[in-house]
Each structure stands twice: as C-alpha cells, then as structure tokens.
C-alpha cells in the first residue's frame, strides 16, 4: 500500500462504499412517501454510512491495537472479506422489501440497516478505511487525504440516494445490475492487492 494518495484511497472507497446495490432497494422505500420524507431518508442513510467510515477510520487501529492484531494479518483478513464481498457483488440478486402498513419510523431503521449498513458501508468499507488509515500513519497529510476521501465519497452516497428513482430509470435493473458486477470485479481486485501485501509483510524473505 504504498504511494497512497487522495485518488488511491477515493477509487478504493468508490469500490466497496458504493451504494449501487442498495438503491433498487432504497427506491422500494420512497414509495408513497412526500418529497421531505424522501430528502430526511437520504439524510439519514447517508449520516450513517458517514459515521460508520469516520469511526473506523479513526478508532480502528485502537481496536486492531488492543487484540493485538498485526497489520499483515488484518490485511489478509480483510482482502478474504473483499474477496467475499466481491463474490457476493458478482453474483447480486435483486431484492425487495414488503411495504404493507410499515411505519415512517420502521422504514428509517430499514434505511439505516440494511441500506446504509451494510449495503453501502459493511465490514468491507470497514476493513478498506482502517487499511487506508494505517498507511497514512504518520502522514497528517495522507490523514488529511482520506478525510477529504470519505467526504466526496459522502456527497457520491447522498447524490445517489437523492436520485435514486431517476437513476434507476435512466440504467434500469439490469444497467445497476452490470454496474454491480463492475464494482464487484473491482472489489475482488483491492482484497487480492490487500492479501498480496499482507503476505509480503508477514513472510519478507519468502515473497
């Protein structure tokens, strides 16, 4: 994980923080409901998927610190999990939700779990951001990096959820479905780098 940068950590949250799975199912909770009940819904979706990257990032290595977790090892670890989340990406179904008589309140907690969590942002988002701020250990500047990357990463989340029914109109289900695929292939790409890097860490003389 070297020469990290600002479009290094954006492009690796691009690929596993994307909401494009969850937005056919976002879309399912949208209906019926006013234009404010829509905007507090992609704020809140959004909210938690923001939190969730802001608490990895910044208390992460605590815990990794505390287990007494090596980083190769949670590089293996986690590029298994990609791994995992790139498969089940590669090999998406559609899925709905049962709206019949479920109240605003019931829908809100839908929209943080499993929409925002872990739909957008799941253990794979989790183990990426922890990754991404370890190499920027004692680089305020690369800190500042992956800050500035969780937030356009952010503003992608909300403008998509903003626009869900439109953009499922203009892709359809099969567009977001190859889109899916695309950024499983991508996903599945970042958890082998991880497993490679891990594994020069842990055994240098062999690799």
């Known amino acids: 994980m070297e020469d990290m940068s600002f479009q290094h950590y954006l492009l690796g949250l691009f690929a596993v923080a994307n909401n494009v799975a969850a937005i056919p199912l976002y879309v399912n909770l949208l209906q019926g409901r006013s234009v404010r ?4 819904l992609c704020n809140i979706a959004t909210l938690t998927s923001l939190l969730t990257m802001i608490i990895t990032m910044f208390a992460g290595m605590v815990v990794l610190n505390f ?21 089940s990406m590669m090999n998406s179904v559609q899925r709905t939700i049962e709206l019949t008589e479920q109240t605003f309140s019931k829908i809100i907690s839908t929209a943080i779990i499993p929409i925002a969590i872990p739909m957008t942002t799941g253990a794979g988002t989790m183990s990426t951001v922890i990754l991404f701020s370890e190499s920027a250990h004692g ?29 499922v109109n203009y892709f359809g289900e099969t567009g977001l479905d190859v889109l899916t695929k695309i950024f499983g292939l991508i996903t599945l790409a970042l958890g082998i780098q991880f497993i490679l890097t891990g594994l020069s860490g842990a055994f240098p003389k062999f690799l």
């Open 139 to 167: 680089q305020p500047y690369l800190h500042f990096a992956l800050l500035a990357a969780i937030g356009v990463m952010t503003l992608i989340i909300w403008l998509s959820f903003r626009y869900a029914p439109k953009i």
């Open 67 to 87: 287990f007494q977790i090596s980083i190769p090892a949670f590089r293996i670890a986690g590029g298994l999990l990609l791994l995992s989340t790139g498969f």
């Open 37 to 40: 009940e829509q905007i507090k």
